[in-house]
């Protein structure tokens, strides 16, 4: 075999290399689109298993508190309460971040911190649970 037709030889087996190592990345390609497609649709499942729990967990309500803030005393109406929170309207002075005080009809003082404010609407995170929602209504 000469010179030449042992280059035309290897030129062959490359080209047929080639060939698998493509066949494999069209593989590989068509595997990780379908992985990115079911990671999708699983973190889509996520995202509505949460809302939904998210929902259910959350008690409606509307109970007039008193929120305390740098000495001064903000009546608000809670819409909704879970264990971990509530929503209340009357509370645009707020920023998110800010640390205030809950007095609830009871009496009970709650510690919080805002967790988003939007217009008149602000979310409230409690520093502790509050296992009895009941606790949150007036007695």
């Known amino acids: 075999m000469n010179s030449a ?3 035309a030889a290897v030129i062959g087996e490359t080209a047929t290399e080639a060939q698998s190592v493509e066949a494999a990345s069209d593989k590989l390609s068509v595997a990780a689109r379908q992985l990115a497609q079911d990671v999708e649709g699983f973190l889509n499942d996520v995202r509505q298993d949460v809302r939904e ?4 967990l959350r008690v409606k309500m509307r109970e007039v508190v008193a929120l305390l803030h740098n000495g001064n005393r903000v009546n608000a109406v809670i ?13 645009q002075a707020f920023k998110p971040n800010e640390t205030i005080q809950l007095e609830l009809a009871t009496g009970k003082v709650v510690a919080a911190r805002v967790a988003w404010q939007d217009g008149e609407f602000a979310g409230l995170e409690f520093a ?12």
């Open 5 to 7: 037709q042992g280059v």
């Open 79 to 91: 819409v909704d309460a879970s264990e971990q929170g509530c929503k209340l309207t009357n509370a």
């Open 128 to 139: 502790e649970r509050i296992e009895d929602l009941v606790l949150l209504k007036a007695a």
């Open 53 to 56: 729990r998210r929902n259910s």
